[in-house]
């Protein structure tokens, strides 16, 4: 009897934290998108609803050339930077999870350690090698410097993962013989479709909605990506809200999609690498 008033107890208090960490997060993306058909006067009424949808905040950021060129920038951005983890990430897990070599394990307790180094610390550096390399106000520097910041939660997930891999498979290719990047990309590469959709959805995300970096590295409008084509709504004589709502409803249906369609992935994938990472 105890038991089952236990139960309930706990069921009554894990929904309700459940609905209210739902409420939290849907809350100001419900206001956004509200607010994003307000007008310049409802806007200043936080609580009220549009009385009729507007869709001047749209029309005034679609035909806003720079933001459309943002939202270009942020495509290539966001691929280029996502194409350069994944071929990292995936060579460095499969090396560091077929390998029983101390340095590889040194090497891999390094990048977990990178993952608890916020980014902010480290602006001075990224700033300076941006700039002697001749690379800021460049696409291909941010990029850059957007891939290496995804490169050690790449490597934890692709490595855990390859560990749940049987290392039968890559004695098989070797005595058929294939070698060592042969065997990675006929045999296992094959194999990391979960985690590597997982990981590409997950580090898109994190890119498309940067800001500190682009802010960081680009001046150029033609350069910018949409976040800070976005903020270019924001100035010392007034912010236009009404195109910044409206600019952030844009902004977020390319992660929303990407969401909805890797989502079969995302969590195979995760769960995955998480038995032995």
Known sequence: MQNDIGNKIFTIIKYTLVIMGAIIVATPIVYII???FKTS???????????????????KVINNKTV????????MITCGAVFI??????????????????????????FLSAMMIPAVANLTSI???????????TRIGLILVEASLQIPMGILL?????????????????????GY??????IIFPLLKPITFSYAAISSISVWNDFLMPMLIISDNN????????????????????????????????????????????????????VKG
């Open 68 to 75: 459309m060129y943002s939202f270009v920038n942020s495509i």
């Open 158 to 178: 692709f490595t855990g993962f390859i560990k749940t891999i049987p290392k039968e498979l890559d004695e098989a290719a070797a005595i058929d013989g294939c």
């Open 127 to 137: 700033y300076s090698i941006v700039f002697s390399l001749g690379l800021k106000n």
């Open 223 to 274: 350069k910018k990506p949409i976040t800070l084509a976005i903020y270019g709504y924001v100035n010392e004589h007034g912010s236009d809200y009404g195109a910044i709502y409206a600019g952030l409803i844009i902004a977020m249906i390319p992660p929303i999609l990407l969401f909805l369609f890797s989502q079969k992935y995302l969590y195979s994938g995760i769960t995955a690498g998480a």
């Open 85 to 110: 983890d994944v071929i990292i990430c995936s060579i460095a897990g499969y090396s560091i999870g077929r390998s029983n070599k101390k340095l590889l394990a040194f090497i891999y307790l390094f």
């Open 41 to 59: 006067y409802e806007i200043s009424q936080p609580l009220a609803f549009p009385a009729h949808p507007n869709f001047e905040n749209f029309l």
């Open 34 to 36: 509200i607010a994003g």
């Open 181 to 186: 990047f042969r065997s990675f990309y006929q």
